[in-house]
């Protein structure tokens, strides 16, 4: 079991820039596959990016080249540095923690996943 706080939201001026983080209790904090997702008003909750636990990255093309992915397994905490900010970024934030189970030897496996609560971002002017 993972618990996920998000913190780090807020307003920002369109081109501006915040440091999302997500700290993360319980163990083998590790092994997990980590992301970020976001929902806006009216939308459905979208990957904006996310981090394997070896730490590849894979990235929206929406945020390509002003997010950044980033975690930190000493501190149990996952980041998302996001740059050159839109008022299209606007949305409610979610870190999210997956791992897969196996239920039995020839099972197919299970992805569990966690969520933090949200945190609001907003780009306006």
């Known amino acids: 079991q993972v618990q996920l706080v998000e913190s780090g939201g807020g307003l920002v001026q369109p081109g501006g820039s915040l440091r999302l983080s997500c700290a993360a209790s319980?163990?083998?904090?590790?092994?997990?596959?980590l992301g970020w997702y976001r929902q806006a008003p009216g939308k459905q909750r979208e990957l904006v990016a996310d981090?394997?636990?070896?730490?590849?990255?894979n990235y929206a093309d929406s945020v390509k080249g002003r997010f950044t992915i980033a975690r930190d397994n000493a501190q149990n905490t996952v980041y998302l540095q996001m740059n050159s900010l839109k008022p299209e970024d606007t949305a409610v934030y979610y870190c999210?923690?997956?791992?897969?189970?196996?239920?039995?030897?020839?099972?197919?496996?299970?992805?569990?996943?966690?969520w933090g609560q949200g945190t609001q971002v907003t780009v306006s002017s």
């Open positions: 999210n923690a997956n791992r897969n189970s196996y239920p039995c030897i020839e099972c197919q496996p299970v992805r569990n996943d966690y």
């Open positions: 319980g163990s083998t904090f590790s092994t997990y596959a």
């Open positions: 981090i394997t636990s070896h730490g590849s990255t």
